[in-house]
Structure formats: C-alpha cells, structure tokens
C-alpha cells in the first residue's frame, strides 16, 4: 500500500491527537503517503479529506480533543452513505483506513471492509467499554479527571457532612465507575453491570450512620440511570442530606496522561503495520501490555465486562 487515510469517529477521547500522530510518522516512516479524513465517517461521504505530512501531526500529542475533529454520521449507516465513502476514497487514491473510535465506528470499519475497502479499528473512547482490549484510548485521562473532582467533592462533603451521588460517563459500561470508586475510596458505587445494589447502598448507608459517619461518596455510573433521581431516592429512604454532582464533558477532555499517550502511539503505530502487511478488518488492542489484533467482527459479537475481582475489591474496602 502506498496511500492512507486515518479518520476519528463517534465521542472524542484524549489521546486521539497522540493516535493520529502515530499514525502519521509511522506512514510517513515507511514512505507512504496518509491522507487525514475530518469530521469521521461524515467527512469521507463529503470528501473532506486533506494530505498530512510530519508538521501537520507537530504539537499534537499532548492535547485533547482531535485535530481530525469527529461526528456521528447517520448517512454511513446506509448503503448508500458507505457506497459514496468508498467513492471518495478511491478518489483520493487511498488504499486502506484506519479508524479511531468506539464500537459504532467499528461497525462503520467493519462495513467498509465487508465491501472490499480494507480497515483497521484503533479503539478510542473514553468509556472502556470495547472488547479484546484491557484498555482504550482516553479512559485513563478521564480517569484521573474524575479523581481529581471527586477529591474536590470530599472536602466539602466532609466539611458540610453530606452524602453525595455523583454522576460519571461510561454510556452502558460501569469501568470509569468503579475504577473511580476504587480510587477515590468511595463509600458505595452503582454500575449498569450490577443493577441491583440500590438497596445495598441504602443499607450500608443506614449502617455507616449507626456508626457515627457523617458523610459518604456515592459513584453512579450513567447507564445506571439519572443520579437527581437517585440521590432523591437515597435522601428519602435515609434521610440524610444529599447533594448531586453531574460530571458531564469535562470528563471528556483535557491534555492526555502519560499512560493514554504512550497507548495511543503503540496503537497507531500497530494500525499501520498491520494495513502494511495487507491485514483488514482488524481492531488493534492492548492485552496483559502487549500489542494484540482481533477480528472487529468477533470484537463487536461480544460484550465488554468488567473486573469481576475489582468489583469485589470496591465493596470489601469500603465497608
Ligand atoms: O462514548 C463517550 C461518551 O462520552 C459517553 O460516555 C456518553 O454517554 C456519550 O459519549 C455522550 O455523548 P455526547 O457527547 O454526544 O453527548
């Protein structure tokens, strides 16, 4: 191959930039030409695409966001949205992609490869909630945003000894959740994964107020449900005053961490060999540290799940 182009797709994620550049200096390593795809699957349909070289990738890796810019395209679910994104790229004389997203941009990547179009998936969302990878690009960032929040949180829930539920992403997964939860020292957490703790955390509430505690961290998870309700719930079954925090988008942004940076170019590095040795319809993940490829089709048949010793953990050390 001696021209690709590289895409990023769906809820942007921290270390995007860094995947992009690595992308970009390893074509540019081995002599092939990359072609830079804005706006996601969006921008192939409309052929926003534009030629990058080493400079255009300067000064990148260590911010959020994507240089690329990215959407979620409607058109590209239909035949006809994926009929003109191969157009464009034949256009442009592009010979294999690679897209940098979550599962609704695999299905994308999967499609194009289905038609003949060769494709490899670099999972970046910061939800880590994609199979046959250990982690995905941004979610350590997030990570460490939410940390430092709920740190914030703490203190003034100490200070005014209230109970707070706060409201993390993670769409149907529970991993920022409990991965917060486990961090933070939180005092209950509630993730899609496990729907029936509410009354748990009611109960180790009552329990905690019996032993004089004063104030507790409640993590919930999005897919859970809306945390107004839930902290309405928590105060009215235990009387306690309850205050409710939405973490929102600031979750998904901020310079990348160390971890999501060196991820990031691993992956985007991998991506490239992998199209260079005429593999497609591949997702590049990261699995006990090494570098792993699996089929996308058998990635999105299967369902991501979380740490089940974790989740053990969390409710161990926060009796
Ligand atoms: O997939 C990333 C994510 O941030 C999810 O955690 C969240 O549910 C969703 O995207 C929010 O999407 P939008 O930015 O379109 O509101």
Known sequence: ????????????????????????????????????????????????????????????????????????????????????????????????????GGDGSFRGAQKLTEKGFPCIGIPGTIDNDIAGTDFTIGFDTALNTIIEAIDKIRDTATSHERTYVIEVMGRNAGDLALWAGLADGAESILIPEKPDDLNEVISRLKRGVERGKKHSIIILAEGVGSAIDYGEQIQKETNLETRVTVLGHIQRGGSPTANDRVLASRLGAKAVELLLQGKAGRMVGIQSNRLVDHDISDILGQKHTIDEEMYQLSKELSI
């Open 1 to 100: 191959m001696k021209r690709l182009g590289v895409l990023t797709s769906g809820g942007d994620a921290p270390g995007m930039n860094a995947a992009i550049r690595a992308v970009v200096r390893k074509c540019v390593f081995h002599e092939v030409e990359i072609y830079g795809i804005k706006n996601g699957y969006q921008g192939l349909i409309d052929g926003n695409i534009e030629k990058m070289d080493v400079g255009s990738v300067g000064d990148i890796i260590q911010r959020g966001g994507t240089k690329l810019y990215t959407a979620r395209s409607d058109e590209f679910k239909t035949e006809d949205g994926q009929r003109k994104g191969i157009e464009q790229l034949k256009k442009f004389g592009i010979e294999g992609l690679i897209v940098i």
